[in-house]
């Protein structure tokens, strides 16, 4: 069976949706590389309800994978098999209850920080920092300038694979440094988060310290993924990734047209016309001189789906 007519197939067996479903679609275009793979089918639910509706009904034999908005993400070239949800604005709904912030899945991260802003409410500034959706950062236990997830949560509510929604308290979370310990089969519908009062200038002026100090040390408006590898255990290696990075002499290597980044050398930066088989083989590549220069493995903090394989366009 060629790939267009496996995808006909997977569309055929889905359950009616109030969303839309979107047959060979253009995938790594959504991410921030800007590059990769399709996905078989790309689902994007009208709301809540409707993405629940959608899991309960899914064949237990069709793959699902949830994206948020793909700043953290490698699609390969040969694209995803099954079905791939974006929550996207339909589930990016923000509500403010005295200290506690509500979001969908969907909701951005900056859009949290000055909504938290606007309420009075400190102890978000750094999602102002992270280019991200809620489900990414509950995820990722994304983290900025000596803050993170785990700080700032309350609760999370999420679905499994059968279809059963659990609330999901702090110590369910599990949270560890860029990790949650939360089966990869949970995908999150939403979250709870605290803030604590405090002047809306000062606030302000904690983001805007964030926004300039990203603006001196990373390369942004570039098509990267962000932190490309874990920090390891300084512990064990006395250095950040980004230092053993450029100790291995990688800054500004390139694969096709993949670059380690010469202003923030744990950045991958698409120059153009990179695949993602030109990313993640300069990652690879990076990993293995780094391992071989300082005895540090680095472990991928981007995430890497999808099957490798020629480019389809
Ligand atoms: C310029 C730049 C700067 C960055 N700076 C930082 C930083 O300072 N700190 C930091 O921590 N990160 C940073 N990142 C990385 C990234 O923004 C975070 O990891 C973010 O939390 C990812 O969110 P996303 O919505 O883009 O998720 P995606 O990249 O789309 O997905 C990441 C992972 O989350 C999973 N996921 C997404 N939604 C859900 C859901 N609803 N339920 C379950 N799983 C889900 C996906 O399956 C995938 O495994 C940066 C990225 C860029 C491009």
Request: hydrophobic share 40%; charged share 25%; aromatic share 6%.
């Amino acid at each position: 069976m060629n790939a267009l007519t496996h995808a006909s197939t997977v569309m055929e067996s889905l359950p009616a949706v109030r969303g839309s479903y979107e047959q060979d679609a253009a995938l790594g275009q959504m991410t921030w590389f800007r590059t990769g793979g399709r996905a078989e089918v790309l689902f994007k639910p009208a709301d809540e309800e409707d993405f629940i509706a959608f899991t309960r009904g899914l064949p237990p034999d069709i793959p699902v994978t949830i994206i948020g908005v793909g700043s953290n993400l490698l699609v390969r070239d040969g694209g995803v098999r099954g079905v791939v949800v974006r929550m996207g604005k339909a589930m990016a709904e923000i509500t403010i209850q005295d200290d506690l912030i509500s979001a969908g899945a969907g909701a951005l991260g900056v859009t949290i920080a000055a909504r938290a802003q606007e309420a009075g409410l400190a102890g978000l500034e750094f999602l102002k920092g992270v280019p991200g959706s809620v489900g990414g950062a509950l995820r990722m236990n994304a983290g900025a300038y000596g803050c993170e997830v785990g700080d700032i949560f309350v609760e999370a509510r999420a679905i499994d694979r059968g279809g059963q929604v659990h609330n999901l308290t702090h110590g369910e979370m599990e949270f560890a440094y860029r990790h949650t310990g939360v089966s990869e089969d949970h995908i999150f519908l939403s979250a709870v988060f605290r803030g604590q009062a405090a002047d809306r200038r000062e606030i302000a002026a904690r983001m805007k310290g964030i926004m300039d100090a990203r603006e001196q040390s990373q390369p942004l408006r570039t098509r990267t993924g962000g932190s490309t590898f874990k920090n390891p255990d300084i512990e064990d290696s006395g250095r950040k990734a980004w230092q053993l990075i450029d100790e291995a002499g990688c800054r500004g290597l390139t694969v096709g047209g993949a670059m380690v980044s010469e202003k923030h050398c744990n950045f991958l930066i698409n120059t153009g016309d990179a695949t993602a088989a030109d990313l993640e083989n300069l990652g690879d590549e990076v990993r293995s001189r780094v391992l071989e220069s300082t005895g540090v493995a680095l472990e991928w903090e981007i995430r890497r789906i999808g099957n490798k394989g020629a480019k389809l366009s």
